[in-house]
T-cell receptor, first 118, second 113 residues
Framework: GAGVSQSPSNKVTEKGKDVELRCDPI?????LYWYRQSLGQGLEFLIY????????KSGLPSDRFSAERTGGSVSTLTIQRTQQEDSAVYLC????????????????FGAGSRLTVL | GNSVTQMEGPVTLSEEAFLTINCTYT??????LFWYVQYPGEGLQLLLK?????DKGSNKGFEATYRKETTSFHLEKGSVQVSDSAVYFC????????????FGKGTMLLVSP
């Protein structure tokens, strides 16, 4: 598509429920990233997918968080047994995955999914 | 590890005022540096970038110069407009590996007419 698409744009859930957030990256982008934006905390890296390589899960805050990327395209971030501290905007980004000779790898972000856990 | 420190906001200015948002970083090697902007209700957009020392990134009247000696990448604009009101994020990517971005906490800019 023309941009990175995320759904839902807003999700309100009760504590203890599971949620799934979806990201549809730009067509042809092999790299996909999930970030979390919390009030006053900036952007926190969660997980990164690049092609068929094993994902970098080093940013996932707990084992309640997981993500998949099917067919090298759409990704789903799943949060199990949600807690109130999970409330945040979850941002997805994609890129060509190619680091230019100058060292720049430009990410294109979606508008985010705002999660509120009551 | 890598880190980015930005001045805390909000920064409140009148239209046509001069803007500076400070950004300093800690990184191994020679990172690439970025400024991203997030307008109300929208996703992050790349504003400008610089990939080596003394490079100047520029876009939409904004500029930032990669200063290796002071590990800084301050954002400047000579004359801000109301439409520049947004949250600005400084970020770096380590040139090693796949270049995930490390972000600062963001600085909100509010420009009044």
């Amino acid at each position: 598509g023309a941009g990175v698409s995320q759904s839902p744009s807003n999700k309100v859930t009760e504590k203890g429920k599971d949620v799934e957030l979806r990201c549809d990256p730009i067509s042809g982008h092999t790299a996909l990233y999930w970030y979390r934006q919390s009030l006053g905390q900036g952007l926190e890296f969660l997980i990164y997918f690049q092609g068929n390589s094993a994902p970098d899960k080093s940013g996932l805050p707990s084992d309640r968080f997981s993500a998949e990327r099917t067919g090298g395209s759409v990704s789903t971030l799943t949060i199990q047994r949600t807690q109130q501290e999970d409330s945040a905007v979850y941002l997805c980004a994609s890129s060509t995955g190619q680091t230019l000779s100058s060292g720049a790898n430009v990410l294109t972000f979606g508008a985010g999914s705002r999660l509120t856990v009551l | 590890g890598n880190s980015v420190t930005q001045m805390e906001g909000p920064v409140t200015l009148s239209e046509e005022a001069f803007l500076t948002i400070n950004c300093t970083y800690t990184a191994t090697g020679y990172p690439s540096l970025f400024w991203y902007v997030q307008y109300p209700g929208e996703g992050l957009q790349l504003l400008l970038k610089a990939t080596k020392a003394d490079d100047k990134g520029s876009n939409k009247g904004f500029e930032a110069t990669y200063r290796k000696e002071t590990t800084s990448f301050h954002l400047e604009k000579g004359s801000v407009q109301v439409s520049d009101s947004a949250v600005y994020f400084c970020a770096l990517s380590d040139r090693k590996g796949y270049s995930t971005l490390t972000f600062g906490k963001g600085t909100m800019l509010l420009v009044s007419p």
